[in-house]
C-alpha cells in the first residue's frame, strides 16, 4: 500500500525537537500572544526578508485579515480564481466582498493575467493570486496589472511556503502574502494555524488589531475587530518546522523529479523555469483520469483530487451564476488533473513504483 499522503513519518523524524517545544509551552503556563508567537513572527519575517509576520487562527483568516487590513470590504470586489481550495473564496467573501471568478492558465494552474484584467470593474479593489500546487503564478504581469490599475495584490500561499519567483519568496512580491499552516501543507502545525506577512508598518499594526478583536492596549479597541490568533503550542511547533523547511522542499522536489524521469503515458506538470516549485502536490493530468485514479487504487496506491469541482460549479456557490461552461480551462483541470502520492517519508522505491503501476496501465 502506497497512501497519497501521511504525517506520521514526518513526526517521527522531527519528534525529539517537537516533543520538547510542546513541553517548553505546556511548562511555561502561558499560551496564547507570548513569546513563541512573538518568536515565531520574527523568524518567520527573517526567512523572508520582510520586516513583519503576524501570526493568525487559519489560512482562511489569512487571506481575510489582509484583505480587511487592505481596506477591503463590503461594496468591493476581488478577483481571484475557481481552480482553489474553497478557503480563498470563502475569506473574500467574509469581508463582505464579492469574488469575481477568472479563468487559469492551462499550463500552470494559476491565475491568468489576461482574464483578471478582462474581470476588473470600476468596483474591483484586489486580486487575490493562489500559487496553486507550490508554484508560482506569472506574477511580472499580475505586478504590473495592480499597479497600473490601483488593486491590492494578495498572494495566497497556503501551498508554496518557501517556494522563489525569479529568485524572490512567494509572499513577498505582492502587498501581503497570507499563509496556512493547516497540517498537510508544506509547514504543518498540530492543529490549525496561519499568518501573514509584509513589509509595511501600518498594514501590520492594522492586521496586529483585527486578530485580536481590534484591541489597541488592554480591553481598549480602537477598531472593530475579531478573534484570529495563533496559539503558543502552534508557534513552538512551527518553529521547528521552519528551521527544517528548505530541507523537507528539497525531499519534496527530489521526489518530484524521479516523478519526472520516470513518469510515462501522462502529462506531467511543467514548472516555471525561473520559479522553485515546492511540490505540495505532484498533479499530472490524463483525459482516462477517473479510470486510472480505480485503477490505481486497486494496485494499493492512493491519489486525489485537487480540486474535483471549480468554486463556481459548487452547490454553495450556484448564486455567483456562472454555469459550466464559463471557465474552461478550469473545468477541464477539474476532468483531467490526478495528484500523486508526494510526502516527507514517501520513499524513492514507492516514487518508482507509482511510475510502474502508471506505466503498466498505460501500456508504455
Ligand atoms: C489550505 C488552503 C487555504 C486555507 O487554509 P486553512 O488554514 O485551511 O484555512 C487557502 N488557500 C489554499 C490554496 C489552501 O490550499
Not at 181 to 195: E, H, L, Q, S, V
Request: glycine residues 8%.
Amino acid at each position: 500500500m502506497i497512501p497519497f499522503n501521511q504525517l506520521k513519518p514526518l513526526h517521527d523524524l522531527l519528534a525529539d525537537e517537537i516533543n520538547a517545544a510542546l513541553l517548553r509551552v505546556a511548562d511555561s503556563g502561558w499560551y496564547i500572544l507570548g513569546p513563541e508567537v512573538a518568536a515565531f513572527e520574527r523568524e518567520f519575517a527573517a526567512y523572508h526578508g520582510l520586516k513583519h509576520a503576524v501570526g493568525v487562527a487559519t489560512g482562511t483568516d489569512a487571506i481575510e485579515l489582509a484583505l480587511r487590513a487592505g481596506g477591503v470590504g463590503a461594496g468591493d470586489e476581488v478577483i481571484t480564481v475557481a481552480h482553489t481550495a474553497l478557503a480563498t473564496v470563502a475569506a473574500i467573501e467574509a469581508t463582505g466582498a464579492a469574488p469575481v471568478l477568472a479563468d487559469i492558465d492551462p499550463v500552470t494552474f494559476t491565475l491568468c493575467p489576461d482574464a483578471a484584467r478582462a474581470a476588473i470593474t470600476a468596483r474591483t479593489r484586489a486580486i487575490v493570486v493562489v500559487h496553486l500546487y507550490g508554484g508560482a503564478a506569472d506574477m511580472d504581469a499580475l505586478l504590473s496589472l495592480a499597479q497600473a490599475r490601483d488593486l491590492l495584490l494578495i498572494e495566497d500561499c497556503a501551498q508554496a511556503h518557501g517556494a522563489l519567483y525569479q529568485g524572490r519568496k512567494l509572499g513577498t512580491l505582492g502587498s501581503m502574502g497570507a499563509f496556512s499552516f493547516y497540517p498537510t501543507k508544506n509547514m504543518g502545525a498540530y492543529g490549525d494555524g496561519g499568518a501573514v506577512i509584509t513589509d509595511d508598518d501600518a498594514l501590520a499594526e492594522k492586521l496586529r488589531k483585527l486578530r485580536n478583536y481590534g484591541q489597541s492596549s488592554r480591553y481598549h479597541h480602537q477598531s472593530r475587530g475579531t478573534n484570529s490568533r495563533l496559539d503558543e503550542l502552534q508557534a513552538a511547533v512551527l518553529r521547528v518546522k521552519l528551521a527544517h523547511l528548505d530541507e523537507l522542499n528539497q525531499r519534496r522536489r527530489d521526489i518530484a523529479a524521479i516523478y519526472e524521469a520516470n513518469l510515462t503515458g501522462v502529462h506531467k506538470p511543467s514548472a516555471r523555469a525561473d520559479s522553485q516549485h515546492v511540490y505540495h502536490l505532484y498533479v499530472i493530468r490524463d483525459a482516462q483520469r477517473d479510470q486510472l485514479m480505480t485503477d490505481l487504487q486497486e494496485r494499493g496506491i492512493g491519489t486525489l483530487i485537487h480540486y474535483p469541482v471549480p468554486v463556481h460549479l459548487q452547490e454553495s456557490h450556484r448564486d455567483l451564476g456562472l454555469g459550466a461552461g464559463s471557465l474552461p480551462y478550469t473545468e477541464r483541470a477539474a476532468r483531467e488533473i490526478l495528484s500523486l502520492p508526494l510526502y516527507i517519508g514517501l520513499s524513492d522505491d514507492d516514487a518508482l513504483r507509482v511510475c510502474e503501476a502508471i506505466s503498466q496501465l498505460r501500456g508504455v
